[in-house]
């Protein structure tokens, strides 16, 4: 059983770009979550997807952007990249509604690093 | 909103210490509470979660308590090895959303 899988690992690029990062849930799970992690700190939550919309939205400009595919898998794009911007973008996958509770768990891909330069 | 405050790192531990990191939270409610672990170059891995009030998670020797009436849940571990060593965050979610909020993380290092 497959878990999380993000791509790509590492990327480098620089500011003013834009990238897009990829998220494959674990096997049954509906619901997809972007975190961003800078060096140091904790994840902070980006957005949230259930069934192809964005259900939840943390504090991110609108230069973040994303997208849940029919199959589940999700990208999540960033444009006008900022050197603040570098940080670990971590996937979550997870079943709607169930948020932790009744057994279930949110689990985390290894994540994409992002430098931008 | 909702906030967790973690005490501040890194904690260096010789190996079979007792570990014990403090963790804090605001929030209204009955928040789930986690405690994750990632260890260097890797991502996020629950380590035990509590879902309600006087709940003990556990799990690898860890141990942590939903205390409702201090809104806190201290990570413990009775005897830490070097392989503990890795940053600790805790962190709590409302259902049904499955957002989580994180603490600025705990590094711990255990030595010989």
């Known amino acids: 059983d497959a878990g999380v899988t993000q791509s790509p690992t590492h990327l480098i690029k620089t500011r003013g770009q834009q990238v897009t990062l990829r998220c494959s849930p674990k096997s049954g799970h509906d619901t997809v979550s972007w975190y961003q992690q800078a060096l140091g700190q904790g994840p902070q939550f980006i957005f949230q997807?259930?069934?192809?919309?964005?259900?939840q939205r943390g504090n991110f400009p609108d230069r973040f952007s994303g997208h849940q595919f029919p199959n589940y898998s999700s990208e999540l794009n960033v444009n006008a990249l900022l050197l603040g911007d570098s940080a670990l973008y971590l996937c979550a996958s997870s079943l709607f509604g169930t948020g932790g509770r009744s057994g279930n768990t949110i689990y985390f891909g290894e994540g994409s690093w992002l430098t931008v330069v | 909103g909702d906030s967790v405050t973690q005490m501040e790192g890194p904690v260096t531990l010789s190996e079979e210490a007792f570990l014990t990191i403090n963790c804090t939270y605001t929030?209204?409610?009955?928040?789930?509470l986690f405690w994750y672990v990632q260890y260097p170059g890797e991502g996020l891995q629950l380590l035990l979660k509590a879902t309600k009030a006087d709940d003990k998670g556990s799990n690898k020797g860890f141990e942590a308590t939903y205390r409702k009436e201090t809104t806190s849940f201290h990570l413990e571990k009775g005897s830490v090895q070097v392989s503990d060593s890795a940053v600790y965050f805790c962190a709590l979610s409302r259902t049904p959303a499955s957002k989580l909020t994180f603490g600025t993380g705990t590094r711990l290092q255990v030595t010989l």
């Open positions: 997807y259930y069934e192809e919309e964005e259900r």
């Open positions: 929030a209204t409610g009955y928040p789930s």
